[in-house]
């Protein structure tokens, strides 16, 4: 069973410009999350995607984030436009709903550098 | 509001030894799941090890167990026979199972094994 896959593994990009990030949850998986981990710091919940719907995007830094789960299967994050506090690692985990412990897999991450 | 607290940012342990990684956490919630995960160098999450809230006896999953402490809000991770390739971060993490499915995460450990 293939994991979690994130798209791409790193993007640099500067200030200013539009970056899109892309998750493919396990397959099944309704549940679909967003987290980051900014440089030092620890890591943060972004929104979490039940099917296509938002459940939770309390976690969503500022409206400049956008997230999109078309069809409840992958998901996209774009940031637009960048800022230099957007740089960090973007986690994507999904999990299977009604499973013991709901327990969320990880994807790789995507290493975002915004300069 | 839920927070978990790792007082150990680095460890050093020598191979084939025990090691015991601190979390403690702090929640309002009846019900609740721990969770801990490994992110080796390479930057990937890899999930290790549940416990439930009401679960009654301790998670064990191969070398890695979980040591829980519900009174006393801890929910130790202990890695027996230490291998070089269990270096890596390790964060604890928490979830309530009703309302808010997030992921709150600890700061981390970074273990090192020494050969």
């Known amino acids: 069973e293939a994991g979690v896959t994130q798209f791409p593994s790193h993007s640099v990009i500067e200030k200013g410009q539009t970056v899109t990030l892309r998750c493919d949850p396990i397959?099944?998986?309704?549940?679909l999350y967003w987290y980051r981990r900014v440089m030092g710091k620890e890591i943060k919940f972004l929104l979490h995607f039940v099917k296509e719907s938002k459940q939770d995007e309390s976690g969503m830094p500022n409206n400049r984030f956008l997230a999109e789960r078309t069809g409840g299967t992958y998901s996209t994050l774009k940031v637009q436009p960048a800022e230099l506090e957007d740089s960090g690692v973007y986690f994507c985990?999904?999990?299977?709903?009604?499973?013991?412990?709901?327990?969320?897999?990880f994807g790789p991450g995507t290493r975002l550098l915004v300069l | 509001a839920q927070k978990i607290t790792q007082t150990q940012p680095g460890m050093f342990v020598q191979e084939k030894e025990a090691v015991t990684l601190d979390c403690t956490y702090d929640t309002s919630d009846q019900s609740y799941g721990l969770f801990w995960y490994k992110q080796p160098s390479s930057g990937e999450m890899i999930f290790l090890i549940y416990?439930?809230?009401?679960?009654?006896q301790n998670a064990t999953e191969g070398r890695y167990s979980l040591n829980f402490q519900k009174a006393r809000k801890s929910a130790n991770l202990v890695i027996s026979a230490s291998q070089l390739g269990d270096s890596a971060m390790y964060f604890c993490a928490m979830r309530a199972y009703f309302g808010n499915e997030k992921l709150t995460f600890g700061t981390g450990t970074r273990l090192t094994i020494i050969p």
């Open positions: 397959s099944g998986h309704d549940n």
């Open positions: 416990q439930g809230s009401y679960d009654e």
């Open positions: 985990a999904s999990s299977q709903r009604g499973t013991r412990g709901e327990t969320q897999y």
